[in-house]
């Protein structure tokens, strides 16, 4: 049968699409699904998800085929529905393994008859099952069907896809605002509906705790609760007078992670160090610079900003948090089943720390002399340092944001680049693997528009069209250095965003433009046809509706997602490009 370039508007794009003419696969409740061995977390998401919305049951039929040697790759999309010369049964759903493909990569045929996906490993045939559901249209994002009895059909095509950066990640700021478990568990299910596979999970900062230490427990019976809270910028006169909080148990922890897992979703947690430690410093006093202040004194801190407040470098700190560290690695291991390569990644933060405390600490200022150390910057990458050694032992990888450079770095750390992408591109360059996430271009807390209603502006203007033509890897990166990019991140900092209505409005609908970018094999951002994402996210605003996601739309935000009278911190003109 004749092949046509044909167009549908999944978002992230695939990398290429090819069908007959005419055609189309039609579920009904005689559809089938053969899932061989290996491919559970499919079968399992796709009974749950899609034969949920759909109203399907999508009974299990044998192995699907476990025996069958897998496809050979085709020299350009196949419209073929299987390579192996043996038709797949009608009216079924299959699930297989290819290990021609690479393992994030998929290959879905579509035929009148039944449809196929292929992975290279797990994580592509589920990656292959989400594009799937979004063939299905909007009423496969509900929970349950819309519309009892109405066909469900996907028109007859090959599809191949895979995808352009291993590390997609989307940080999110539980420690400002804390974002309930279940929370947690709908933006995993948000992230795995734009193939996003990294969950950074920043559990710690001055204004919150926000894990169960068992052998430390006043770091959330006093560190998980603020008194009052500082409502817009720090400049802002406005307060909610009552306290906020909250905190995952260790078996919350467990449950995410297992749930990430599910959906090929590894979670990176971040415990800051030696900065933005308030919130620990008020529960265990001792953390802190004891000869410089009455530590005694500090509660949980309720204002925003750079907080002069850092842990003390003694033994007392390192043993404390080493045994923090030691529960954590139990609760996010570093090879949790399902994941996609980077679980044994821990987040130690590491930026924007004072040093004015050290120098007026005579404890701080011996330790830098007993260890040979020219001032406070050289102490604080000794304090990382220590951190990098210790996790090395235990087969974990450091990463930390870009402060982390300064006083140099041990060979297996990684880097967040969140300063622009200076420090990124000097990481890449000194042998460093690195996550592009700069904030004057994925930081989704600055605000998307610059009009009067927008609510508690932030940062600069960036637009949905701005974040699409964001570019991971700089021009200043060569190429023998730029494949230390494991790839990007989008971060969501939570200061002014109070509840989950706003955490939609500020990373939706950008966090779609975001994943195309990580995931699909765009050009150069100025050859970026916008124009098109733009029609395909048409439908997917339809998706996003569906999924109840509180969106900021095009036309700008309504009136209930406005905030009157709230203080910003709107920064004039274009970012800088560095």
Known sequence: MAQDEIENDVIPAVRAVAGPVRGAFLFDQDTTLRAAPGTGT??????????????????????????????????????????????????????????????????LCATDRSVEIRGGAPAGVFWGAQTLRQLLGPDAFRRAPVRPGAAHAIPAQTIEDAPRFRWRGLMLDVARHFMPKDGVLRYLDLMAAHKLNVLHLHLTDDQGWRVEIKRYPKLTETGSWRSRTKVGHRASP???????????????????????????????????????????????????????????????????????????????????????????????????????????????????????????????????????????????????????????????????????????????????????????????????DVVMCPEQQVYLDHRQDPGADEPVPIGYVRTLEDVYRFEPVPPGLDADHAHHVLGAQANVWTEVMEDSARVDYQTFPRLAAFAEVAWSALPAPSQRDFAGFGRRMTTHYRRLDALGVAYRPPTGPHPWQRRPGILGRPIDGPPPAR
């Open 42 to 107: 499919a079968e399992r998401w796709l009974r749950a998800a899609l034969g949920a919305a759909l109203g399907l049951p999508l009974r299990a039929v044998g192995p699907g085929g476990p025996s069958e040697p897998p496809a050979a790759a085709p020299p350009a999309v196949s419209a073929a529905p299987s390579a192996v010369g043996q038709e797949p049964a009608a009216n079924s759903v299959r699930l297989l393994l290819d290990d021609t493909l690479e393992p994030e990569a998929y290959r």
């Open 238 to 432: 406005l307060w909610e007078d009552k306290p906020h909080g909250g905190h995952y148990t260790q078996d919350d922890i467990r449950e995410i992670v297992a749930y990430a897992a599910e959906r090929h979703i590894s979670v990176v947690p971040e415990i800051d160090v030696p900065g933005h430690s308030q919130a620990a410093i008020a529960a265990y006093p001792e953390l802190g610079n004891t000869d410089v202040i009455d530590t005694t004194a500090l509660t949980v801190w309720d204002n925003w900003g750079v907080n002069p407040n850092v842990l003390a470098p003694t033994d007392n700190t390192l043993r404390f948090y080493e045994g923090v560290f030691e529960e954590l690695l139990d609760l996010f291991p570093a090879n949790a089943t399902g994941s996609t390569g980077f679980s044994e990644f821990f987040h130690i933060g590491g930026d924007e720390c004072p040093k004015d405390q050290w120098r007026a600490s005579p404890a701080a200022q011996a330790r830098i002399r007993a260890l040979g150390l020219a001032d406070e910057d050289e102490l604080q990458a000794w304090f990382v340092g220590h951190f990098d050694k210790w996790l090395a032992a235990r087969g974990r990888r450091l990463i930390g944001w870009d402060e982390i450079l300064e006083g140099g770095l041990a060979d297996g750390a990684a880097v967040s680049s969140w300063r622009g992408y200076a420090g990124g591109i000097a990481a890449a360059r000194a042998g460093h």
